[in-house]
């Protein structure tokens, strides 16, 4: 039996009882399922049709932050990724590189919660690897998860942006940056600032039942708003306008901002994500995510313009207009 009292030591990445030990008490109770059970070396999967595939590796620091953790952020991660290609998250792996000393307690909280969060999406985990390396070769954890989703809407691609288009925001941005940034910091806020860390499926399962058409659609992650809209002005050769009063951001957030002098159109989300769609679908769009998919914040804030091609211009409070260029430089290391 695994001691969640003691931490993790170089035998349990060294293929014997102590291994054995960690895969079979921890991980395979959390992610328990026939294809994992089998104990092949390589999962046999049942696929038809088109399919998504995509990875991502995940050192967030710290490795808990309010609303989330290294493991939920690594499911959320991964699943997102395969849904903003109107992909269903089907079969995921996961790899762990572990300091040797790392709590077994931390870990099983961790990986519990990727148990739960796998629950919001229905995929599943169906193989992995373990590795422990020696002290101060790593920072506690390192997660990398890969995934599968059949496609269930296809054409959804950053090059279908067009003139008639809208941009929706599914709620308000720069909550992850703004988590982690409090975390690290030790900011101790007046607040319930959390991370919007989340699955995107269930939202996105909602818009492709109701037959919305998508043109376009990312998760704005690192780089965050601003890096998505400047993304697609260019692969669609496109300009795209903004209305800077209807981006949707929470007070804590812009209190972070004014504090260390960044933009919340910059600032990393998790569970938030950037929908281009025609003008004449918008709003039964925006009714779906707050009707049904509890995006209460989810709103239009531009659209798509013949001018000013592949870039992204900002309508100010003030009726000025500015650039919204693509962030420079590393605003925030690892926050993913």
Same mark, same amino acid.
């Given at each position: 039996?695994?001691?969640?009292?003691?931490?993790?030591q170089?035998?349990?990445?060294?293929?014997?009882k102590?291994?054995?030990? *960690?895969?079979?008490?921890l991980?395979?109770k959390?992610?328990?399922?026939?294809?994992?059970r089998?104990?092949?070396?390589?999962?046999?999967?049942?696929?038809?049709?088109?399919v998504?595939?995509?990875? #991502?590796?995940?050192? %967030?620091?710290?490795?808990f932050?309010a609303g989330?953790?290294?493991?939920?952020?690594?499911?959320?991660g991964?699943?997102?990724?395969?849904?903003?290609?109107?992909? &269903?998250?089907e079969y995921?792996?996961?790899?762990?590189?572990? @300091?040797?000393?790392?709590?077994?307690?931390?870990?099983?909280?961790?990986?519990?919660?990727?148990?739960? @969060?796998? &629950?919001?999406?229905?995929?599943?985990? %169906?193989?992995? #690897?373990?590795k422990?390396?020696? $002290?101060?070769?790593?920072?506690? !954890?390192?997660?990398?998860?890969?995934?599968?989703? $059949?496609? +269930?809407?296809p054409? +959804?691609?950053?090059q279908?942006l067009?003139?008639?288009?809208?941009?929706?925001?599914?709620?308000?941005?720069g909550?992850?940056?703004a988590?982690?940034?409090?975390?690290?910091?030790? /900011?101790e806020?007046e607040?319930?600032?959390?991370?919007?860390?989340?699955?995107?499926?269930?939202?996105?399962e909602? /818009?492709?039942?109701?037959?919305?058409?998508?043109?376009a659609?990312?998760?704005a992650t690192r780089?965050g *708003?601003?890096?998505?809209?400047n993304?697609?002005?260019k692969?669609?050769?496109?300009?795209?306008?903004l209305?800077?009063?209807?981006?949707?951001?929470?007070?804590?957030?812009?209190?972070?901002c004014?504090?260390?002098?960044?933009e919340?159109?910059d !600032?990393?989300?998790?569970?938030?994500?950037?929908?281009?769609l025609?003008?004449?679908?918008?709003?039964?769009?925006v009714?779906?995510?707050?009707?049904y998919?509890h995006? @209460?914040?989810?709103? +239009?804030?531009?659209?798509?313009?013949?001018?000013h091609?592949?870039?992204?211009? !900002?309508?100010?409070?003030?009726?000025?207009?500015?650039?919204?260029?693509?962030?420079?430089? @590393?605003?925030?290391? $690892?926050?993913?």
């Amino acid at each position: 039996m695994l001691d969640a009292n003691k931490t993790i030591q170089l035998s349990h990445g060294g293929g014997g009882k102590e291994m054995d030990q *960690l895969i079979k008490s921890l991980f395979f109770k959390a992610f328990d399922n026939p294809i994992l059970r089998a104990e092949e070396d390589a999962a046999k999967l049942q696929l038809s049709g088109p399919v998504a595939f995509t990875t #991502d590796s995940f050192t %967030v620091s710290p490795l808990f932050f309010a609303g989330g953790n290294i493991g939920k952020l690594a499911i959320a991660g991964t699943v997102n990724d395969l849904a903003m290609m109107g992909a &269903q998250p089907e079969y995921l792996s996961c790899s762990f590189i572990i @300091e040797e000393g790392f709590s077994i307690a931390e870990l099983k909280i961790i990986v519990e919660s990727m148990a739960e @969060e796998l &629950q919001q999406s229905g995929a599943r985990i %169906v193989c992995g #690897d373990t590795k422990v390396v020696p $002290r101060g070769c790593a920072d506690g !954890l390192f997660i990398n998860t890969t995934g599968i989703g $059949r496609i +269930i809407m296809p054409n +959804i691609s950053t090059q279908n942006l067009s003139t008639d288009d809208v941009i929706i925001v599914s709620r308000d941005i720069g909550r992850h940056g703004a988590a982690i940034l409090m975390a690290r910091e030790g /900011l101790e806020l007046e607040s319930d600032l959390t991370s919007d860390c989340a699955s995107l499926w269930p939202m996105v399962e909602q /818009l492709i039942a109701a037959n919305i058409p998508i043109h376009a659609m990312r998760d704005a992650t690192r780089g965050g *708003l601003a890096a998505v809209l400047n993304e697609w002005a260019k692969a669609s050769n496109v300009g795209i306008n903004l209305i800077e009063k209807a981006i949707p951001i929470a007070d804590e957030v812009k209190g972070l901002c004014e504090l260390f002098g960044f933009e919340a159109h910059d !600032l990393a989300n998790e569970g938030t994500f950037v929908i281009a769609l025609p003008r004449e679908a918008a709003d039964g769009a925006v009714e779906i995510l707050q009707r049904y998919g509890h995006c @209460e914040k989810a709103c +239009i804030i531009g659209n798509v313009v013949e001018t000013h091609l592949g870039k992204v211009v !900002l309508t100010t409070p003030w009726g000025s207009h500015r650039y919204l260029d693509l962030p420079q430089g @590393e605003l925030l290391p $690892r926050i993913c």
